[in-house]
T-cell receptor, first 115, second 111 residues
Framework: DTGVSQDPRHKITKRGQNVTFRCDPI?????LYWYRQTLGQGPEFLTY????????KSRLLSDRFSAERPKGSFSTLEIQRTEQGDSAMYLC?????????????FGSGTRLTVV | QKEVEQNSGPLSVPEGAIASLNCTYS??????FFWYRQYSGKSPELIMF????GDKEDGRFTAQLNKASQYVSLLIRDSQPSDSATYLC???????????FGSGTRLLVRP
């Protein structure tokens, strides 16, 4: 296991379409995080999971966004009815037990372009 | 007011100089502070974290924290062209595992 894996790396979609991204964390990491980063800005927190439980969600995560981590392993982030403002890099990170914020490893991200 | 503020730069320094990157934060409940480096098109990578007032050194990097002034900085000694990147400051409160990031400072190290 070499790191956090995200798929796809790039996604171009038409406005109004639904998209789903996948994140595979480092296997022994129990916490998984989703962030969104737009050009010239730092990553913005969206949500995080501890095992399969979604423990915190940002107000940025509108009704069109949903995230799951059904078996406490990989996670998916779905955006319904995409808008141009959703264009961004979506970053996934994971951290091991007892390290929390000190042990983040980020994936390479999924770049979403909504046209 | 943004929770974590950084000057967007670019900060341009000659090779071999000291680069000084600064960050202020608004929430006095912030407990831990992180510096990440992000190359263009890549994901952030952790350089250092600090949670006690004072200085913390790791190789060419020194993080400085002043909780009374709500200020954290990163010094990069003997700057190299390979240090050219965006440096992100992030803060964390013990009650949460999320990180609040600043918008980053772009550093250019001139050969």
């Amino acid at each position: 296991d070499t790191g956090v894996s995200q798929d796809p790396r790039h996604k171009i979609t038409k406005r109004g379409q639904n998209v789903t991204f996948r994140c595979d964390p480092i296997s022994e990491h129990n916490r998984l995080y989703w962030y969104r980063q737009t050009l010239g800005q730092g990553p913005e927190f969206l949500t995080y999971f501890q095992n399969e439980a979604q423990l915190e969600k940002s107000r940025l995560l509108s009704d069109r966004f949903s995230a799951e981590r059904p078996k406490g392993s990989f996670s998916t982030l779905e955006i319904q009815r995409t808008e141009q403002g959703d264009s961004a890099m979506y970053l996934c990170a994971s951290s091991p037990p007892a390290q929390g914020a000190f042990g983040y490893t980020f994936g390479s991200g999924t770049r979403l372009t909504v046209v | 007011q943004k929770e974590v503020e950084q000057n967007s730069g670019p900060l341009s320094v000659p090779e071999g100089a000291i680069a000084s990157l600064n960050c202020t934060y608004s929430d006095r409940g912030s407990q831990s502070f992180f510096w990440y480096r992000q190359y263009s098109g890549k994901s952030p990578e952790l350089i250092m974290f600090i949670y006690s007032n004072g200085d913390k050194e790791d190789g060419r990097f020194t993080a400085q924290l002043n909780k009374a002034s709500q200020y954290v900085s990163l010094l990069i000694r003997d700057s190299q062209p390979s240090d050219s990147a965006t440096y992100l400051c992030a803060v964390n409160m013990d009650s949460s595992y999320k990180l609040i990031f600043g918008s980053g400072t772009r550093l250019l190290v001139r050969p």
